[in-house]
T-cell receptor
Framework: GAVVSQHPSRVICKSGTSVKIECRSL??????MFWYRQFPKQSLMLMAT?????????EQGVEKDKFLINHASLTLSTLTVTSAHPEDSSFYIC??????????????FGEGSRLTVL | SQKIEQNSEALNIQEGKTATLTCNYT??????LQWYRQDPGRGPVFLLL?????KEKRKERLKVTFDTTLKQSLFHITASQPADSATYLC????????????FGKGTKLSVIP
């Protein structure tokens, strides 16, 4: 099946620093990727929709200046948590929608990135 | 406001029995309903999708039903195995062509040998 890779899988950083998380579709192209955040025992909450070559669409309550999203190619989207604080500690998950071939339209999820801000 | 409820946070079941998980929603008219499996510290893995005009769908030991009148989906795992132990999430998509998913909190299933 299709693979979506997230890197890093775990990151620990100091408060005030910025952290970049990458989401790559390894064997398909994706014009649209989605970024979710999941707190312990909570549901995945959609943060933003990332479209290749254009600005991301953020959900209500998500600060676009804090969570910078860049979707520079059909296989890569990045989420940068700027000036991270302990309350940003969470599990960040991306998903990608395939645009061509037998998988066209299907959604595939990455393995997630655990961010811990000290 | 829109709400998705998976009304069991945890479910314990004996190996070999059928596990039944429930997903209810309010103030929503989903075009699609999906079920995912999530293991600890991992991303969700897609299991089944059912459309609003479908009543039931099966895949191996899995069965999903979708009742748009009751606004409910049931997810069944027959002949459950310890390897089925995981958190199961239901997710709704609002309209045709939309791939934005709204997830429930999930039900943690434990299959006891």
């Amino acid at each position: 099946g299709a693979v979506v890779s997230q890197h890093p899988s775990r990151v620990i950083c100091k408060s005030g620093t910025s952290v970049k998380i990458e989401c790559r579709s390894l064997d398909f192209q994706a014009t649209t990727m989605f970024w979710y955040r999941q707190f312990p025992k909570q549901s995945l909450m959609l943060m933003a929709t990332s479209n290749e070559g254009s600005k991301a669409t953020y959900e209500q309550g998500v600060e676009k200046d804090k969570f910078l999203i860049n979707h520079a190619s059909l296989t890569l989207s990045t989420l940068t948590v700027t000036s991270a604080h302990p309350e940003d500690s969470s599990f960040y998950i991306c998903s990608a929608r395939a645009i061509a071939g037998g998988m066209a339209g299907e959604l595939f999820f990455g393995e997630g990135s655990r961010l811990t801000v000290l | 406001s829109q709400k998705i409820e998976q009304n069991s946070e945890a479910l314990n079941i004996q190996e070999g029995k059928t596990a039944t998980l429930t997903c209810n929603y309010t103030n929503y008219s989903p075009a699609y309903l999906q079920w995912y499996r999530q293991d600890p510290g991992r991303g969700p893995v897609f299991l089944l999708l059912i459309r609003e005009n479908e009543k039931e769908k099966r895949k191996e030991r899995l069965k999903v039903t979708f009742d748009t009148t009751l606004k409910q989906s049931l997810f069944h795992i027959t002949a459950s195995q310890p390897a089925d132990s995981a958190t199961y999430l239901c997710a709704l998509t609002s309209g045709a062509g939309s791939y934005q998913l709204t997830f429930g909190k999930g039900t943690k299933l434990s299959v006891i040998p």
